[in-house]
């Protein structure tokens, strides 16, 4: 494997509640676009898009339609990368953001990374999420 390449582990949380290990793998030097491969069980999609969240969100509408969803900041309620992450950095990076607050750099989070505040959710909940707080007042911290 190449310095290039890249595999970040993630677990898959199905409706009942159980956890399956899972790998995400993906090229940097495929720039401009965003392939990007989910290695689960004996199962692989690969999406390809303009950038690695929205790469990810396509896998994650293929995991819905088995009740799948995975356990990273890419795929939690209340994350979302910025215009500049999507254009500058292939949106590795996500905020995590609170209703309300504006987020700032410290909020960054790699999209592969999971922590204690993950809600995985649909691709359809964190979109109206982001909508929600496009929308609202938002005070500094």
């Not at 990007?36 to 995991?63: C, G, N, P, S, W």
């Not at 607050?101 to 999971?114: G, R, Y």
């Amino acid at each position: 494997m190449t310095d290039s390449i890249h595999e970040e582990s993630v677990l898959l949380r199905r409706k009942d509640g159980h956890e399956c290990p899972a790998t995400f793998v993906w090229d940097e030097d495929e720039f401009p676009l965003c392939t990007l491969t989910l290695r689960y069980a004996e199962h692989e999609i690969v999406a390809v898009e303009d950038d690695y969240f929205e790469a990810m969100r396509t896998i994650r509408k293929q995991l819905a339609l088995d009740g799948i969803v995975p356990v990273c900041y890419g795929a939690s309620r209340n994350c979302f990368p910025s215009g500049m992450s999507r254009e500058m950095g292939q949106a590795i990076l996500v905020y995590r953001m609170t209703m309300g607050i504006q987020a700032k750099t410290e909020d960054l989070v790699s999209i592969f990374n999971s922590g204690t505040d993950v809600d995985p959710v649909t691709v359809e909940e964190q979109s109206a999420f982001f909508d929600e707080w496009l929308v609202g007042p938002r005070r500094a911290r």
